[in-house]
């Protein structure tokens, strides 16, 4: 079956400017991440859905960043006012539900801010 | 609060020699455990897991990790190393708490080289 897609695969932009990204989970999958990699770490956390509500958003690092996923499938990260900081490759991953624990991660957006 | 420490951010082996890579966490909450690897401009793939049960687990690509509490350890190990494992592999851990979220918490990675 399909995995979980993301697009665009790569998005450059310019500093202030604003941008989505986009995360189509595994289907059937209530559960949703989305995961920052900055070059040379490993991904770090930004926030959880549970269906449709944002369950846990402690990770998000400031409020230019906002995500919504409103009919509990498809999800959208939104970032304003972009700065330089902010490249990365944004990674999404679904999980299919509270009482299973494996994520399943897409292939990334890498977002360069110039 | 969960923490991972990956112990060398790069790794060489011989195409056939053992691979170890060392991981070791904190965890205020029982853990699950994970190994995933990355391939250039690719997603994660996960490894293997360790939730409840047999400490010593078993992945996909001759992989086996054990979880060993007294340590807090989750190290990776496999017997004879091929080129196609050359990629970056991350150590990961989230509590075990259903009603938590669960988030993966990750080490900053260890780059994997197989010499012929």
């Known amino acids: 079956g399909a995995g979980v897609s993301q697009t665009p695969s790569n998005k450059v932009t310019e500093k202030g400017k604003y941008v989505e990204l986009r995360c189509d989970p595994i289907?059937?999958?209530?559960?949703l991440y989305w995961y920052r990699q900055s070059l040379g770490q490993g991904p770090e956390f930004l926030i959880y859905?549970?269906?449709?509500?944002?369950?846990?958003d402690s990770g998000l690092p400031n409020d230019r960043f906002f995500a919504v996923r409103p009919e509990g499938s498809v999800s959208t990260l939104k970032i304003q006012r972009t700065e330089r900081g902010d490249s990365a490759v944004y990674l999404c991953?679904?999980?299919?539900?509270?009482?299973?624990?494996?994520?399943?991660f897409g292939p990334g957006t890498r977002l360069t801010v110039l | 609060a969960q923490s991972v420490t990956q112990l060398g951010s790069h790794v060489s082996v011989s195409e056939g020699a053992l691979v170890l890579l060392r991981c070791n966490y904190s965890?205020?909450?029982?853990?699950?455990l994970f190994w995933y690897v990355q391939y250039p401009n690719q997603g994660l793939q996960l490894l293997l897991k360790?939730?409840?049960?047999?400490?010593l687990v078993k992945g996909i690509n001759g992989f086996e990790a054990e979880f060993k509490k007294s340590e807090t350890s989750f190290h990776l190990t496999k017997p004879s190393a091929h080129m196609s494992d050359a990629a970056e592999y991350f150590c990961?851990?989230?509590?075990?708490?259903?009603?938590?979220?669960?988030?993966?918490?990750f080490g900053s990675g260890t780059q994997l080289t197989v010499l012929p």
């Open positions: 965890s205020s909450v029982p853990p699950y």
């Open positions: 360790y939730t409840t049960g047999a400490t």
């Open positions: 859905f549970q269906g449709t509500g944002a369950a846990d």
């Open positions: 991953a679904s999980r299919l539900g509270q009482l299973t624990d494996t994520q399943y």
């Open positions: 990961a851990v989230s509590a075990a708490s259903s009603g938590s979220a669960r988030q993966l918490t």
């Open positions: 289907s059937g999958h209530t559960a």
